[in-house]
């Protein structure tokens, strides 16, 4: 059984990540708002859509919309359709408490069921210079204790992703367990560069060959993502490009192999080409997209795997699934170099 813990770990932590990753709901969100745009010292009636949300069965909802120094003005009133849409009133004051002409707010809802739900940026609050109306609203300060908690163990809802933020335990969690196997795929061709031991050749082939699946999986993974929060299976986005063109050079260590036939002169020239893509992968992968500007999260200034993406909820899933899919990839790499074995005692029979 010494030998078989980990397998029986890689079985229950993917277990583990598919039951969790799947079933855990999200919390609940906004979804979407009428209007985009509200005149200071008037009144701003919203017809707002939400998801996974109970208000109906709220005893009270509440809504606010907060500036960016905190100040807020709430709801003169909310009117339930049912439990997924609302007509929200508020009276806007004459000015901005920060100062400004215009400003976005962010439209907060809370209830007792549901907790706090948050869209970023949602209405530009504008004054009309010609015309300031007076009315008896006044920006407070948001007294964070009295919103109920939002509460349970479930998942952040991100207005852009929604239902696909579940992918992180996936599309990005593969990409960081083929990081790993290439860095051990590398050390091998390195040891046998050093020792011409075949054995390390065949170890760094498997490792290298399932690290490939890994990323074609990754890479169709993400384009299944893109398609629902860009509106397209694949763009021109310098992160995607360069992340495929780094799956094709590997690729090439595939043909590279299998186009030499003398058995030393395959591992030496594979072991130095895998050296080489290595190396090249670094720059294509961490540093030319970080040069310009991508829609990919980690690049140009937009954010990855920080508040905005991972929260502690996800990093629960996140983490064990890097592992998970880590200890798959040994495993299969593992029985790729015993078959590999094998292969060779039976042509030297």
Known sequence: MKYWWWKVLAIATFSYVLLAGLLTPLKSGIYS?????????????????TYNTYMSSALQNVAFLKLSDNKVIRSTSINEINDYTAKINFELPSELSTGKNAERATLIINNE??????????????QDTTLIKQNGAKWTALDVASLFPNKGFRFPYRNK???????????????FAMFILLIIALVYSIRYLISKDLQFDYKAA?????????????????AIWAKFTWGAFWTADV???????????????????????????KARIAASYNIFAFV????????????TDSLHPGNGGNPALGGEDLDNSLRLIFYPSIIALTLIG?????????????????LEE
């Open 33 to 49: 708002v009428d209007k985009t745009k509200g005149l200071l010292g008037s009144t701003l009636s919203l017809h707002v859509e």
């Open 113 to 126: 069921v549901d907790g706090s739900m948050i869209l970023p940026n949602a209405i530009l609050l504008k």
């Open 161 to 175: 992703l929604h239902e696909t933020i579940r992918n992180t335990f996936f599309h990005v969690a593969i990409w």
């Open 206 to 222: 498997a490792f290298t060959n399932i690290s490939i699946y890994f990323g074609i999986i990754g890479l169709i993974t993400g």
């Open 239 to 265: 992160k995607l490009n360069m992340a495929a063109i780094s799956v094709l050079i590997y690729a090439a260590y595939w043909m590279l192999r299998s186009s030499i036939r003398d058995v030393d002169s």
């Open 280 to 291: 090249v992968m670094i720059p294509l992968i961490f540093i030319i997209p970080r040069l």
């Open 330 to 346: 040994l495993w299969i790499a593992n029985l790729t170099y015993r078959l590999q074995i094998i292969h060779d005692k039976t």
